[in-house]
């Protein structure tokens, strides 16, 4: 029944599944779930985020049950499964964040997502899911860039103009950003940041202290919600992404970082994998293990 229905529409970006979990929809009993989200309509430079979730699945092929450093059985912990992908409209920004936002507020009612992008604009259809469903909730942001510009060639919603727009509509509690380094149009960016309220952790504080910053996230109090844009890590160990900075985080660090997570997550997000321009599949296998080491830490929770 489950497959009659996956063929009516044209996911064609779906391949296998996370982890190798069962492909299921119905969530009674599971704890958290796998969704692919395979929109990219919203990148301002390299487009092909679509294909991160098909890539993020190809790059989980090698994830096994038991996770040595957090000693946990991160999926039968979770009960975990693969629910598919999120039936996005090409070349449709507006439809596509109704539609995630409806799908999102139906999924998340059941269990804890964990989802692979697509472009970082997905995130705030997300967050206003989240918000319907648990209140407003604290978002920690892995990023090169802000995303929080007001808008690209005059346009609100694009991969970063969202988090200015969830801060607009009050969607958020806290919010600390992880990873920060690329060149700005001006200065104003760092007034900006000021007047938002957002607490940024530059790459230099992450060199100097990642203990200082991870001390300052787990401070968090309350339901959190993790966004990872896998430009946050340094294109040498992660190359296949739209919008690449070079001198990020290594992909040991970001690793750690997830590792070290001591908050309540209610969602977690992989975005802007862009397969086709990645080497080897190191951008994949990265964002894979990204996911599954946040899984691990709800698993302990
Ligand atoms: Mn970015």
């Known amino acids: 029944m489950r497959q009659i229905d996956a063929l009516k529409s044209p996911r064609f970006t779906q ?23 395979p929109f990219d309509d919203a990148t301002t430079y390299r487009p092909g985020a679509r294909f991160g ?48 936002e409806e799908e999102m507020i139906k999924l998340a009612g059941s ?39 007001d808008t690209y060639w005059g346009k609100k919603y694009t991969h970063g103009s969202w988090l200015r727009r969830a801060l607009e509509e009050n969607l958020l509690e806290e919010v600390i950003q992880v990873g920060i380094r690329g060149s700005t149009f001006s200065k104003d960016d760092l007034h900006d940041r000021e007047k938002l309220g957002v607490t940024s952790f530059t790459i230099r504080d992450v060199k ?10 787990n401070s968090l109090k309350g339901k959190t919600y993790v966004s990872f844009d896998i430009d946050a890590v340094d294109p040498a160990f992660a190359p296949g992404t ?16 997830i590792r070290g997570l001591n908050v309540n997550i209610v969602g977690f997000d992989v975005v802007e994998v862009a397969p086709s321009y990645d080497v080897s599949e190191v951008t994949s296998m990265l964002a894979a293990n990204l996911i599954y080491e946040a899984m691990s830490v709800k698993a302990k929770r």
């Not at 190798?20 to 009993?29: A, F, G, K, M, V």
């Not at 739209?242 to 970082?257: K, N, Q, R």
Request: charged share 20%.
């Open 15 to 37: 391949v296998s599944t996370f982890g190798r979990l069962p492909l299921i929809q119905d969530l009674h009993d599971v704890k958290a779930f796998f969704v692919g989200i």
């Open 53 to 100: 979730p098909m890539g993020i699945r190809q790059g989980s092929r090698l994830l096994r049950p038991y996770n040595q450093f957090l000693d946990v059985y991160t999926f039968d912990e979770l009960n975990a499964c693969d629910v598919g992908d999120i039936n996005v409209i090409p070349g449709y920004i507006m439809d596509t964040m109704k539609i995630i």
């Open 111 to 149: 269990g804890t997502p964990f989802i692979a992008g697509g472009d970082h604009s997905i995130t705030l259809p997300i967050l206003r899911a989240m918000a319907k469903v648990h209140g407003k909730v604290n978002l920690v942001h892995f990023d090169s860039h802000y995303d929080f510009w």
């Open 208 to 217: 100097k202290s990642m203990e200082a910053v991870m001390k300052e996230i």
């Open 242 to 257: 739209g919008t690449p900075e070079v001198g990020g985080l290594t992909s040991y660090e970001a690793m750690e970082m």
